[in-house]
C-alpha cells in the first residue's frame, strides 16, 4: 500500500511542477532586513524564535512557501502559531519580483551545518526515511522536479514541528496547497513522535 501511495506522490509530484524565475540578490538584500531579525543575519535560523535556517534552501521552494504565506495557504491554520507568526512578514513583500529577490539574497549567504537539537535513534530513522528518499533524495538534497526541498543542513526543530503540522492536519489541508496535501498522508505514515524524531535524527546525519 505504501509504494502504491509512493508512486502516485511521485506522478503528480512531476506532472505539477511550476516554473521558476531567479530573483535580484542585491534587491533581496535590503528587504531581507526584516527577516534577519528572526532568521539571522546570514539565515542561520534561531530556535530561540522558532525561526528555521533557510540559508541552503532551495530559492524556487523559498518562493513558493513566501507565497503560500503571502496568500493564506500557510500560516491561517488555528493549530499553526508558528505559521500565524510569518505570514505578515510576507505580507511586507509587495510582489512576486520581490519574494524572488529576497530568495535570491538568502541564496547568496553562507550555509553552515546547524546544532542538532534533536533526540532520536538515527539507525531507526533511516529505516523510516527510505520513504522520504523516493522526493527528497537519499542525500536529502531535494528534488526541485518533484517539488522536494532540501532537508540535508536544515533546522531539526523545524523539520520536527513540520512533520507533525503535516500529520496533524495543521499543514496540507488548504485546497490550494496542493504539494502540501501531497507530503501529509507521507507524514501520516511516520507511527509516533518518537518515528519523528528518529527520522530528523537521521536526517541530521546527511550532511
Not at 513558493?64 to 500560516?75: A, D, E, P, W, Y
Not at 496533524?168 to 519523528?196: E, V, W
Amino acid at each position: 500500500m505504501k509504494k502504491i501511495l509512493i508512486s502516485a506522490l511521485l506522478i503528480a509530484a512531476a506532472s505539477a511542477a511550476p516554473a521558476f524565475a531567479a530573483g535580484d540578490a542585491a534587491a533581496g538584500k535590503a528587504l531581507y532586513g526584516t527577516c534577519a531579525a528572526c532568521h539571522g543575519a546570514n539565515a542561520e535560523g534561531n530556535q530561540a524564535l522558532n525561526a528555521p535556517k533557510l540559508a541552503g534552501q532551495g530559492e524556487w521552494y523559498l518562493v513558493r512557501q513566501l507565497g503560500n504565506f503571502k496568500s493564506g495557504v500557510r500560516g491561517t491554520s488555528p493549530n499553526d502559531s508558528f505559521g500565524k507568526t510569518m505570514a505578515p512578514m510576507a505580507m511586507m513583500l509587495a510582489d512576486d519580483a520581490a519574494m524572488a529577490n529576497v530568495a535570491a539574497y538568502i541564496a547568496s549567504l553562507p550555509v553552515s551545518q546547524p546544532a542538532a537539537t534533536v533526540q532520536g535513534d538515527a539507525a531507526a530513522g533511516k529505516t523510516g526515511y527510505a520513504m522520504c528518499s523516493a522526493c527528497h533524495g537519499a542525500d536529502g538534497k531535494g528534488n526541485q522536479a518533484m517539488n522536494a526541498p532540501i532537508l540535508a543542513g536544515q533546522s531539526d526543530f523545524y523539520l520536527v514541528t513540520q512533520l507533525k503540522n503535516f500529520k496533524s492536519g495543521a499543514r496540507g489541508t488548504h485546497a490550494k496547497d496542493a504539494f502540501g496535501m501531497q507530503m501529509a498522508p507521507m507524514a501520516k505514515m511516520l507511527a509516533d513522535d518518537a518515528a519523528i524524531n528518529n527520522v530528523v535524527a537521521y536526517i541530521n546525519t546527511l550532511k
